[in-house]
């Protein structure tokens, strides 16, 4: 089972910040959170992760709660191409394996 | 680099029938994966390959088959055919050896038993 907890839909209205919560309340000392996109059933795109401090990159920021329990992907602008099931992993990095996969969360940005 | 690829992008095949799905990444990756995504559900992982010549199971490898005899090619081989076998496949890969362990996904094909 995943190990993560996100919510099924959201929607953002266009040029405004996306904020996508997930809750890990379990996550493990040594194991990074992933987030990846899928647009419209086109394979998964990878976004940004972090391990405790926040990151930027020319996608998205993510912001990780001191206690690493749950984290927010920020879409600073959203246009209608963001539009897509967004996923939240939790796993040890480079040790290869599995992404688990939950349901992910539908983002509709809207015009 | 043209990345993942895969073939076909569809098929439909009759129960009891076989086939190879093909996959092969130019990013030199050591990793290969494969994943199953069911209508409404998240991926779920086939197979994986650390490298050429290992392989292991991963969530539902029951009714698949692989092998890795190159460092880019990673076929799916389904043997019996069966109506749960419906799915959209991905194939993925991924370097390990420092920096991010970032998988990049194949367009996928699309599989329908009848």
């Known amino acids: 089972d995943a190990k993560t907890t996100q919510p099924p839909s959201m929607d953002c209205a266009e040029g405004r910040a996306a904020n996508l919560p997930c809750n890990h309340s379990?996550?493990?000392?040594?194991?990074?959170v992933y987030w990846y996109r899928q647009i419209h059933s086109q394979g998964p795109q990878y976004i940004i992760h972090g391990l405790k401090n926040n990151e930027t990159n020319e996608m998205a920021s993510l912001i990780i709660t001191e206690d690493r329990k749950s984290s927010t992907l920020i879409l600073p602008h959203a246009t209608l191409r963001d539009t897509a099931v967004y996923y939240c992993?939790?796993?040890?990095?480079?040790?290869?394996?599995?992404?688990?996969f939950g349901q992910g969360t539908e983002l509709s940005v809207k015009p | 680099n043209a990345g993942v690829t895969q073939t076909p992008k569809f098929r439909i095949l009759k129960i009891g029938q076989s086939m190879t799905l093909q996959c092969t990444q130019d990013?030199?990756?050591?990793?290969m994966y494969w994943y199953r995504q069911d209508p409404g559900m998240g991926l779920k992982l086939i197979y994986y390959?650390?490298?050429?010549?290992?392989?292991d199971k991963g969530e539902v490898p029951n009714g698949y088959n692989v092998s890795r005899s190159t460092t880019e090619d990673f076929p799916l081989r389904l043997e019996l055919a069966a109506p749960s076998q419906t799915s959209v496949y991905f194939c993925?890969?991924?370097?390990?050896?420092?920096?991010?362990?970032?998988?990049?996904f194949g367009p996928g094909t699309r599989l329908t038993v009848l």
């Open positions: 379990t996550i493990s000392g040594n194991e990074y």
């Open positions: 993925a890969s991924s370097y390990l050896g420092g920096g991010p362990d970032t998988q990049y």
């Open positions: 992993i939790v796993r040890v990095d480079n040790q290869g394996g599995k992404l688990i």
């Open positions: 990013m030199n990756h050591n990793y």
């Open positions: 390959s650390v490298g050429a010549g290992i392989t």
